[in-house]
Antibody
Framework: DVQLLESGGALVQPGGSLRLSCAASGSTFTNFAMSWVRQAPGKGLEWVSGISGSGDNTYYADSVKGRFTISRDKSNNMVYLQMDSLRVEDTAIYYC????????????????WGQGTKVTVSS | ATQMTQSPSSLSASVGDRVTITCRASQGIRNELGWLQQKPGKAPKLLIYAASSLQSGVPSRFSGSGSGTDFTLTISSLQPEDFATYYCLQDYNYPRTFGQGTKVEIK
């Protein structure tokens, strides 16, 4: 069975940086698009960023564009989220999840999720 | 960005009730919509994909319908384990967008 495991969450000061990691195990995720989704305390789900299977295409929510960078290491089945210039409002649990690229007709997106990693931005 | 308007934001229902949640997209998204369930402290769980396809392992009391801009999630007979928050999510384009969520509570 495919599993996703996030890590890297921590307490960080406003303006600081953090890198989240998502490790895929149980199968090869080399060709799957992936996304990061977050949930602030007591709030709903917010999509943050996505990356195509090849890594050539990346996508961002307006709220993080220019501050966050998504990347992947296909050889190690890893996806990363580099978060810079962190703000208090970035405080959330961050989940990685399997997505699909527009041309992947028939692939089921968002069927696999990690357990989440907690990011707290506070002074 | 495609806006997803979900309603209601919360509802109270009894075990055995039929429950309907709706989601409206600000533009046509074909059938590229999913429904997810989330329980407190847990990751979301996919219930429905492609608007009406039941995800493997999900009870048949859950069903989805719609295409274009208007979508519905129906629980035919609410069970105790169904009390949770439900979200729609469009995967038609980027940025992906969620509905605001519907909290289903016990009456």
């Amino acid at each position: 069975d495919v599993q996703l495991l996030e890590s890297g969450g921590a307490l960080v000061q406003p303006g600081g940086s953090l890198r989240l990691s998502c490790a895929a195990s149980g199968s090869t995720f080399t060709n799957f698009a992936m996304s990061w989704v977050r949930q602030a305390p007591g709030k709903g789900l917010e999509w943050v960023s996505g990356i195509s299977g090849s890594g050539d295409n990346t996508y961002y929510a307006d709220s993080v564009k220019g501050r966050f960078t998504i990347s992947r290491d296909k050889s190690n089945n890893m996806v990363y989220l580099q978060m810079d210039s962190l703000r208090v409002e970035d405080t959330a649990i961050y989940y990685c999840t399997k997505d699909r690229s527009p041309w992947e007709v028939g692939l089921i997106p968002f069927d696999i999720w990690g357990q989440g990693t907690k990011v707290t931005v506070s002074s | 960005a495609t806006q997803m308007t979900q309603s209601p934001s919360s509802l109270s229902a009894s075990v055995g009730d039929r429950v309907t949640i709706t989601c409206r997209a600000s533009q046509g998204i074909r059938n590229e919509l999913g429904w997810l369930q989330q329980k407190p402290g847990k990751a979301p769980k996919l219930l429905i994909y492609a608007a009406s396809s039941l995800q493997s392992g999900v009870p048949s009391r859950f069903s989805g319908s719609g295409s274009g801009t208007d979508f519905t999630l129906t629980i035919s007979s609410l069970q105790p384990e169904d009390f949770a928050t439900y979200y729609c999510l469009q995967d038609y384009n980027y940025p992906r967008t969620f509905g605001q969520g519907t909290k289903v509570e016990i009456k």
